[in-house]
């Protein structure tokens, strides 16, 4: 018989029970990280699955059914390009209005605390506005009367102006392209029903001719905040693994490419729990753990 007062066993049955249910919140869910989400290239902070990459960019950035989808509080849009040396993302929004397709829009809203901000080289045109909607308050500089108004004549000259109610190459006064005078933030929305427009379209660039709106490049860039790189990641990533996290409390987890998953590394250090030594190792503890408990409790 082992010597504990019924005290001890309780708090030894107290510790040990937490310990077991300890043992599965250490154990990444996931299995293999892909380094593609279709043609889009996957590198940290994002990742492909659930555990994979960042866990503050997990929120925001998923791949579904071989497409790279960007989520806000507004909507669903594809992320079509990433460039990691300039750490930019394009997004494009499936309602959005470009010189070949256009319809009433959605609003855009980049949330406060996510880790994005929007490129100042964003140009961001209303279409279809009420002469009654707040961007042409005459006291107020949210439209940029320079040249903008040449970005405003040559969605106005597309055929697809059609879709929102409006003539091809008819007058600008209903077009604005929004410049408010605050920065472009998180935390920034594009609200149309509150400006009382029907769509806008988003231009990152104007690929070598501004004279023609087919050859504009449309979509939203945004800038993600790169100093979630640490030091274990470049370890985890120099031994072939992916850089995840695990666990209620998401911590780092090194995701190898023949699904162990590691605190460290792929080389072999640190513990490793891979598919079918993980469900044997938590059942050998489950059985010790029963058996060590009986003895305590019943002799």
């Not at 880790?115 to 279809?128: A, E, K, S």
Request: proline share 6%.
């Amino acid at each position: 018989m082992f010597p504990f007062t019924k005290p001890c066993r309780i708090l030894l049955f107290l510790f040990l029970l937490h310990a077991l249910q300890a043992i599965p919140s250490i154990i990444p869910l996931n299995g293999k990280c892909r380094d593609k989400c279709g043609s889009v290239p996957i590198k940290f902070p994002f990742g492909s699955d659930s555990g994979c990459g960042h866990p503050d960019f997990a929120r925001y950035i998923k791949c579904s059914f071989g497409t790279l989808q960007f989520s806000t509080g507004t909507g669903i849009y594809a992320v079509s390009s990433i460039d990691y040396s300039s750490n930019t993302i394009v997004i494009t929004d499936p309602l959005m209005s470009t010189c070949s397709s256009m319809q009433n829009s959605g609003s855009f809203t980049l949330e406060r605390k996510s880790p994005f901000t929007l490129l100042p080289d964003n140009i961001f045109v209303l279409l279809g506005c009420s002469t009654t909607s707040p961007v042409f308050d005459r006291n107020t500089d949210f439209c940029d009367t320079g040249s903008g108004l040449n970005v405003c004549r040559g969605l106005y000259s597309c055929r697809s102006v059609e879709g929102i109610g409006l003539e091809p190459n008819g007058a600008i006064s209903t077009c604005c392209v929004y410049d408010p005078p605050s920065a472009l933030g998180p935390g920034y929305g594009l609200d149309l029903p509150k400006l009382q427009c029907s769509s806008y379209s988003a231009v990152n660039g104007f690929g070598g001719d501004e004279g023609d709106p087919m050859k504009w490049q449309y979509g939203i860039s945004l800038q993600y905040n790169n100093s979630y790189y640490s030091n274990a990641c470049k370890n985890c990533e120099d031994s072939g693994g992916f850089c995840g996290f695990s666990g209620l409390d998401e911590s780092f987890a090194c995701i190898c490419q023949n699904g162990m998953n590691t605190t460290i590394n792929c080389y072999g250090r640190g513990y490793a729990w891979s598919g079918t030594w993980r469900h044997k190792i938590q059942t050998k503890m489950c059985i010790g753990g029963f058996l060590l408990l009986w003895t305590m409790l019943f002799l």
